[in-house]
Structure formats: C-alpha cells, structure tokens
C-alpha cells in the first residue's frame, strides 16, 4: 500500500508564509501526477497544484502568484511553498499521488489555518 506523509501545516498571520511538505513510500515515475488538494469546512475538495508528467505545472487561479509547488531531488516528495497567505486558504491540504488513470492515492491531510 502506498503511504503520502504530509507535514508543514499550521497556524499563521494573513500575509505569511508556510511550506507544505509531502513524501510518498514509493518511487514516483516522470509519468506520475502528485500534487496537493485541499478542503475547507462546508466545501467540496479542490485541486491547488499538481506536476503532471515531471513538465507540466497546474494550478488552480485562486493561487496563481502566491503558492509554489515542487519536487524534491529525490523524485519522491512534493512541495508546496505559500506565501501572501490569506483567510480564504485555511483548508485540510492533502497530497495525492496518480499512478495510473483510476488508480491514486490520498495523504492523511495537514491543517492550515490563516487567522490573526
């Protein structure tokens, strides 16, 4: 079973910044698509960003400027840099991994909360 360990969640001021981390227990191929949703209380969960493919970078347009996803040099870790962190952000974030179409996998989730 394939096992996503996210870290880096908190609590922080409008305006900071925080690093979401997540590693997965297996080797992730260029072919791969990891990425990091999130669901606020009462909201359906949204896609943040993803790599997909090892070239193509998505994010959703609410993050656009602000939030920096990445991979690490050993392929099997994914981050997510947030800056000018706002309200609205505060969310579970959770890292998926797509294997296969159909076939994906969830982290436990990591809180973050925007609030003064």
């Known amino acids: 079973q394939v096992q996503l360990v996210e870290s880096g969640g908190g609590l922080v001021q409008p305006g900071g910044s925080l690093r979401l981390s997540c590693v997965a227990s297996?080797?992730?191929?260029?072919?791969?698509?990891m990425g990091w949703y999130r669901q606020a209380p009462g909201k359906q969960r949204e896609l943040v960003a993803r790599?997909?493919?090892?070239?193509?970078?998505q994010y959703a347009d609410s993050v656009k400027g602000r939030f920096t996803i990445s991979s690490g040099n050993a392929k099997n870790t994914v981050y997510l840099q947030m800056n000018s962190l706002k309200p609205d952000d505060t969310a579970v974030y959770y890292c998926?991994?797509?294997?296969?179409?159909?076939?994906?996998?969830w982290g436990q989730g990591t809180q973050v909360t925007v609030s003064s």
């Open positions: 790599i997909v493919g090892a070239r193509d970078i």
């Open positions: 998926r991994l797509d294997v296969a179409p159909g076939v994906g996998y």
């Open positions: 297996t080797t992730v191929f260029s072919g791969n698509i």
